[in-house]
């Protein structure tokens, strides 16, 4: 049965969250400088906005978290 849009924006916005989330633990345990990883975190939290806020609407909200509902739990 094919896939609906929102079913496959759905599914990359979760992706994206694992993908982010899996970085952000890579860079807790990064031997890096406090300035720098901070320097790093901001832009990475920017690129992580920018890429996630076209995918998921906020009246879909709902909906996406019966799917996944961890990744929102996240973000409160």
Known sequence: MPKD??????ELHHQLVTLYRDFFDRLVEADLRDGDA????QR???SRQEALKQLVDPEELPAYAQLYPDDLEEEA
Do not use: K
Not at 38 to 41: I, P, V
């Open 5 to 10: 849009t929102h079913e496959l924006r759905f």
């Open 38 to 41: 901070a320097r790093l975190a």
């Open 44 to 46: 990475i939290l920017l």
